[in-house]
């Protein structure tokens, strides 16, 4: 197909496709249909004409049969018949003339005949009457251009009827396929005009429960989370440039003070440790907002194995272990790790979940960080961190507790929002409010779930619940 043709059939509307093809089918519809009943109709006109020849031979049959000794008269005007006698003479013949010499052979012949005579095509039927051991035949003919006369008229008849019912089919499209799109344009000019500014508004949604409906409601869905995901963008970068803020203020301050002050080198190196440590608050902040990104704007297309998950929970727990062996604030809390995951490989009939083995690590990770840094703000006995793991009733479950005193029941609706912190957690320095935002978006992102259940002055529960996909892993190891 060339360029220009393929441009020109982009242009053409849906309307005029719809209509265009309607009245395609419907115009080879009607001509496989009119050619089956014009083939009808010569049966029927056929049939027609042959009843009419042995009705113009009928009185001579009858002449022969009940009365054989009485002279036969004439036919009637316009009536074409030959009567041949056993001994071969024509005592009635109203044929053309020029059929006289054929009428031997054409009497021996039982079926109806066509044979031409002259400028004119004739119809012949002819019929053996026996009387007294003796055959007699008669033969009644009509003219073709009666039949075809006949024809023609309902042939006309025929194209005429299709004609309008092809015109009828072609309007009928246009205006249906008019009425039915008339909503589409509405969704198209509504559409237009939520681009063009901005709003809250969405997509009328039409009273009849139909596609066009159906596709309405999938479209304000997309826009709603669309718009939901423009919002978490804008709130991410400011945000992200609130927090970013303060510590680069501080960062610069300190790299300033260093240059300007005449200072020892004790206070030099001072002044660089806190640097360092701004820097890697900034690092950190950095990565987290990258992990939290990259979360959030993932599609679970990963399956795993509950056995994985669990490998890379028990790999989270070492680790919260060795921080707490390495750490002298920190000394004597215990991390204990249950798990009641059924089997340990991916055996036939073994749930997977949507989410990656490290995306669940870096779940406990966080968890278990904010439950030992709530135990080094507070002070007090180190006691205990908890995390079991579990996968019964189609979901993976994980818990981890603590109790070291809970949440601010005034921080604790605002807990899983981004850049959050208590009032200890800010004041300390520690923490950029992004770790249980990034918790909720790997629940979220595998289709589960974060409760929260918090003791004031006892400790903190957080539950996280994934459900099983539906795929298998293609790869557990």
Do not use: C
Request: cysteine-free; proline content about 4%.
């Amino acid at each position: 197909m060339s360029a220009d043709r393929r441009r020109s059939t982009r242009h053409h509307g849906i309307r005029t496709r719809i209509a265009g093809g309607s009245l395609l089918i419907a115009v080879v519809v009607s001509l496989v249909a009119g050619l089956a009943i014009n083939a009808q109709l010569e049966r029927i006109v056929r049939d027609g004409t042959v009843q009419a020849l042995r009705s113009d031979g009928a009185q001579y049959v009858f002449a022969l049969q009940a009365r054989p000794d009485d002279p036969l008269q004439g036919p009637g005007l316009g009536t074409r018949i030959a009567v041949i006698a056993p001994d071969g003479s024509i005592p009635v013949f109203s044929l053309p003339t020029t059929l006289a010499a054929q009428l031997p052979a054409l009497a021996a012949t039982r079926e109806v005949t066509t044979v031409d005579a002259g400028s004119a095509t004739y119809i012949l039927l002819s019929q053996p009457v026996t009387v007294g051991g003796d055959t007699w035949y008669v033969i009644a003919g009509r003219d073709e251009a009666e039949e075809t006369t006949v024809l023609v008229q309902m042939r006309l008849l025929l194209v005429g009827s299709f004609a309008l019912l092809v015109l009828g089919v072609a309007a009928g499209g246009w205006i249906l396929t008019t009425v039915s799109l008339r909503p589409v344009t509405r969704l198209r000019v509504s559409a237009q005009s939520l681009s063009e500014r901005s709003t809250d508004e969405v997509l009328p949604v039409g009273r009849a429960d139909d596609e066009i409906a159906q596709l309405a409601i999938t479209l304000n869905d997309l826009i709603e989370r669309l718009r939901a995901s423009a919002d978490r963008e804008r709130q991410l970068v400011s945000d992200a440039s609130h927090e970013l803020r303060t510590p680069l203020a501080i960062l610069r301050t300190q790299l300033e003070l260093a240059r300007l002050e005449d200072s020892s080198r004790e206070q030099l190196l001072a002044d660089i440790e806190g640097a360092e440590r701004s820097a890697t608050r900034l690092s950190a902040l950095v990565t987290s907002l990258l992990e939290l990104s990259r979360i959030e704007a993932a599609t679970p297309e990963e399956r795993t194995s509950a056995a994985r998950l669990e490998a890379d929970v028990l790999e989270a727990v070492e680790r919260a272990r060795f921080r707490v062996a390495s750490d002298d604030a920190l000394a004597g809390i215990e991390v204990e790790y249950v798990s009641a995951v059924a089997g340990s490989g991916p055996g036939e009939g073994a749930a997977v979940y949507a989410v990656r083995a490290d995306d669940v690590g870096r779940v406990v990770d966080n968890l278990a960080g904010n439950a030992l840094q709530a135990f080094t703000e507070r002070g007090g006995a180190p006691r205990r961190v908890s995390v079991i793991l579990d996968d019964e009733g189609g979901q993976l479950t994980l818990r981890v507790s603590d109790n070291a005193g809970g949440l601010d029941p005034a921080f604790e609706p605002r807990a899983l929002e981004r850049f959050s912190r208590s009032d200890a957690t800010r004041s300390s320095g520690h923490g950029s409010g992004l770790g249980l935002a990034i918790v909720a978006a790997i629940a979220r992102n595998a289709g589960g779930a974060i409760v929260l259940h918090n003791r004031p002055g006892h400790g903190l529960e957080v539950v996280v619940t994934l459900p099983a996909a539906t795929a298998r892993p293609v790869d557990l190891a």
